[in-house]
Structures are given as structure tokens and as C-alpha cells.
């Protein structure tokens, strides 16, 4: 005789709804946008369908669109003019730049609104790397103060929390730092904790057209072959003063988000990145998968390894078919 018969618990929907471990929420969202200098623009990136490069007046009403929805926060990203680009990334805290102009803007119309900003050269620099660059090198150390200033920068346009993305050893705590002594301990700090050197990153690169102009970025970013040394990023990063532990890209890494969640007590992000968004957009375009189910059992699968916060390119998407 059979005992028991987990098919009991499955037998229809509503069993299989009471019985549910996990699920996501429109909550779970934080939603990256691209941001181009300009008026009245928007153009799409080729290698993410669906997915647009808005100026600052549109972009307004992207977000306007997402509140509505329940997405209450946002990652941008500039798309910066190569004639602004330098060795030191100073467009970064240029005032009048494209980036500090638009968190001002968006907080200003829509307070209600979270900005987690991105803090790394890379947009910015004329090399392309995420730290400062020196006969080839990228220098870990010199890369921090640009960095702080960034952030301390972007806190000072409104920014709800930073996300540092560019690996330096030490960045959590010059930044935490250099933000409390500018009067800015309120202002959140999400760390990049394990950011991996992957392939996924591919479309977001043509997205902000900022590849690196020699190299690759393996000094810094950690070896796709390693999960134990996320747990030595999680434990400084922690150390450091971070409010949120976040690993990069996610389904590939599954195993490292359920690693960090099991070990830290801090809320851990998963970052769905372009690439992973592209493979679901791209087989669903030729019909070889359902792309909406797809898409949902990818989101569903990080939230089950434990990531309490997803930033993914689905998030309007997603609320859309699920309002």
C-alpha cells in the first residue's frame, strides 16, 4: 500500500495554490532604464526586445507608466556621448550631466519613486573599465576616490541607494564612509558583492556602448568556477556597512544567491541581467519555448533560491500580464 502520495497535494489549482512555497511579486522589482541625452527620444536596443534608451522627458513618462503598475523602483543607466569620456570618469559628477540632471528630475516628480544609481567608471571612462586605468593596469586604490565622489555626487541629486558594480576591493567602506560624512547616512548602499566575469553581459554593454577598450574585465570581476569566494565578498561587503548583498547575473548563479541567502542575514538581490533576458526574447521569437512562461518560471526559480530583491528587464512585462 502507498503511504504516502504527494500527488494529493497537487491534485488541482487550488491545492497547488494553498500549498505554494514561493511566488513573486511586482514588489520583488527593481527595474533598470537606459537613459540617452536628448529630447523626444527613444530608441531601441537591438539585442533586448522591448527594451528602450529613453531621454530624460520620456523616460519621465516610462516611469509614470511603471508607478502605475506597482514597479516603485528603478535602476538607471546612462548612455554617455564619447566626447564626454575621460580617464578619470569625471562626467560622473558633472552637474549639468545627463545623469545627476535626471535622478533630480525623477524625484522631483515622482517622490514616491526609488533611485538605486549606478556607481562605476565604466560609463564614463574613456578606457571602458569599471577602475582607473595606468599603463594597462587597473589600479584598485586610486579607483576608490572617484568612485565616493560619484556616489556622494549622486546622493546629492536625490538617490535612494548606490550600487557600486565595480569589484574594487574596499569600495563598501570608502563609500559608506564618504557618504556618512557628507551628511548622507540615510542613503543605502547595494553592493555588487559577487558580480561575475560572464558572457551574459553582452547586450547591456551595446545598451550604454561601453565595452572596454582593451582587455577584459577578469582582474576584478570573479571567476564564473568560484562560489566559495563569494562568501568572502558577502562577509566584507557586510563588514563594510552594505544594506544589501546582490549577485550578478542570477540564473546562471542560482547556487550563489541560495549561498549568500543561507549565510547573511541582509535581504539578497539577483540581477537577471541582459543576456539572460535576450536567450528567453530571442527562442521566443523563433517559437521554439512559451516566452510568458518562460519568463515566469525564470523569475520564479531566482526568488526560490532565496533573492528577496530581482532586477530584471521583465519587471514591466511581467506586470503588465499580471495585473
Not at 506597482?70 to 556621448?81: K, L, R, V
Not at 544609481?117 to 584598485?140: C, Q, R, W
Not at 537577471?272 to 520564479?300: N, Q
Request: hydrophobic share 40%.
Amino acid at each position: 500500500m502507498i503511504t504516502h502520495r504527494p500527488r494529493r497535494n497537487r491534485k488541482n489549482q487550488a491545492i497547488r495554490s494553498l500549498v505554494e512555497e514561493n511566488s513573486v511579486s511586482v514588489k520583488d522589482f527593481i527595474y533598470p532604464v537606459f537613459l540617452i541625452n536628448g529630447k523626444n527620444k527613444q530608441t531601441e536596443i537591438k539585442s533586448m526586445p522591448g527594451i528602450y534608451r529613453y531621454s530624460l522627458d520620456l523616460l519621465l513618462k516610462e516611469i509614470e507608466s511603471c508607478l502605475k503598475l506597482g514597479i516603485t523602483t528603478f535602476a538607471p543607466f546612462p548612455n554617455i556621448e564619447e566626447k564626454l569620456k575621460n580617464k578619470t570618469a569625471s562626467e560622473s559628477w558633472n552637474k549639468k550631466g545627463i545623469y545627476l540632471r535626471a535622478i533630480k528630475e525623477i524625484k522631483k516628480q515622482f517622490p514616491e519613486a526609488i533611485l538605486m544609481t549606478d556607481v562605476a567608471m565604466d560609463p564614463y571612462s574613456s578606457d571602458g573599465h569599471d577602475g582607473f586605468v595606468k599603463n594597462g593596469e587597473i589600479l584598485n586604490d586610486e579607483t576608490l576616490e572617484i568612485l565616493a565622489r560619484m556616489a556622494v555626487a549622486q546622493a546629492e541629486a536625490g538617490s535612494d541607494m548606490v550600487g557600486p558594480s565595480d569589484m574594487m576591493d574596499g569600495r563598501v567602506g570608502y563609500i559608506r564612509e564618504e557618504l556618512d560624512e557628507a551628511g548622507f547616512n540615510n542613503v543605502s548602499i547595494m553592493a555588487y558583492t559577487a558580480k561575475y566575469a560572464s558572457a551574459f553581459y553582452g547586450p547591456f554593454r551595446d545598451a550604454l556602448e561601453s565595452a572596454p577598450k582593451f582587455g577584459d574585465k577578469k582582474t576584478y570581476q570573479m571567476n564564473p568556477a568560484n562560489s566559495k569566494e563569494a562568501l568572502l565578498e558577502a562577509e566584507l561587503d557586510f563588514a563594510e556597512g552594505a544594506d544589501f548583498l546582490m549577485v550578478k547575473p542570477a540564473l546562471a548563479y542560482l547556487d550563489v544567491i541560495k549561498l549568500l541567502n543561507d549565510n547573511f542575514a541582509l535581504p539578497i538581490a539577483a540581477y537577471h541581467v541582459s543576456g539572460e533576458y535576450a536567450m528567453v526574447k530571442a527562442a521566443a521569437a523563433k517559437g521554439w519555448i512559451d516566452g510568458d512562461k518562460t519568463r515566469d518560471e525564470v523569475l520564479l526559480s531566482i526568488k526560490r533560491a532565496g533573492a528577496k530583491i530581482i532586477l530584471t528587464y521583465f519587471a514591466k512585462e511581467w506586470a503588465l500580464k499580471h495585473k
